[in-house]
């Protein structure tokens, strides 16, 4: 089992990034993904969470309306659309993903590396 996060850097504040997970070991397309962050001495927090079928997301409070989770089934992929970056942004980005037929759970059965992504102000 693979997820592999990648398409972080550096950006200025109120700028856009674009983050992809690319998963290979299971069944994608049964499996709920999340993507998490983790700043420099704080917890790891959860973003947001698409369902499998793509048609469901959730957004933590902090990045409601500036982020968006998708995803492509035929390619494996799940992505974070970032815009409207703040430094407070700045984090490890991780996703995470879970075999689930319904909605988005509360533990994550896979974990990928993460991806930095720093918002200079």
């Known amino acids: 089992v693979q997820l592999q996060a990648s398409g972080g850097g550096l950006v200025q504040a109120g700028g856009s990034v674009k983050l992809s997970c690319v998963a290979s070991?299971?069944?994608?397309?049964?499996?709920?993904i999340g993507w998490f962050r983790q700043a420099p001495g704080k917890e790891r927090e959860g973003v947001g969470c698409?369902?499998?079928?793509?048609?469901?997301?959730i957004y933590a409070d902090s990045v409601k309306g500036r982020f968006t989770i998708s995803r492509d089934n035929a390619k494996n992929t799940a992505y974070l659309q970032m815009n409207s970056l703040k430094p407070e942004d700045t984090a490890v980005y991780y996703c995470a993903a879970a075999p689930r037929l319904r909605g988005c759970p509360y533990n994550y059965d896979f974990w990928g590396q993460g991806t930095q992504v720093t918002v200079s102000s």
């Open positions: 698409i369902d499998r079928t793509g048609s469901s997301t």
């Open positions: 070991g299971f069944t994608f397309s049964y499996s709920a």
